[in-house]
């Protein structure tokens, strides 16, 4: 079945970086646009970043040239590259197929705090 396991959240200081890493299996990676999401405490589930099938990446205004999106449609992985990150990046990061309602991973905690 469909499967995607995010790694490499953490705790950061203010102004820090990160870079989060997606699994994907168990459909055929390549094909789609893929996406970031984020949701924080107590609130819903938004959406960070795309990247069509050969790699072009769209951001929300919010991390726009803070943020970088790639894929490697080799080994069906994406990875999130966060830079100067702000207390407000602080949520649980998830990766899958963009507009998709379901299969959602176990996502990763990123906590940006000094």
């Known amino acids: 079945q469909v499967q995607f396991v995010e790694s490499g959240g953490g705790l950061v200081q203010p102004g820090g970086s990160l870079t989060l890493s997606c699994a994907a299996s168990?459909?055929?990676?390549?094909?789609?646009?893929m996406a970031w999401y984020r949701q924080a405490p107590g609130k819903s589930r938004e959406l960070v970043g795309t990247?069509?099938?050969?790699?072009?990446?769209n951001y929300v205004l919010a991390v726009k040239g803070r943020f970088t999106i790639s894929r490697d449609n080799t080994k069906n992985t994406m990875r999130l590259e966060m830079t100067n990150l702000r207390p407000d990046d602080t949520a649980v990061y998830f990766c899958?197929?963009?507009?998709?309602?379901?299969?959602w991973g176990p996502g990763t905690q990123v906590t940006v705090s000094s």
């Open positions: 899958n197929r963009f507009g998709a309602t379901d299969s």
């Open positions: 990247i069509t099938s050969s790699g072009n990446p």
């Open positions: 168990g459909f055929n990676f390549s094909p789609y646009y």
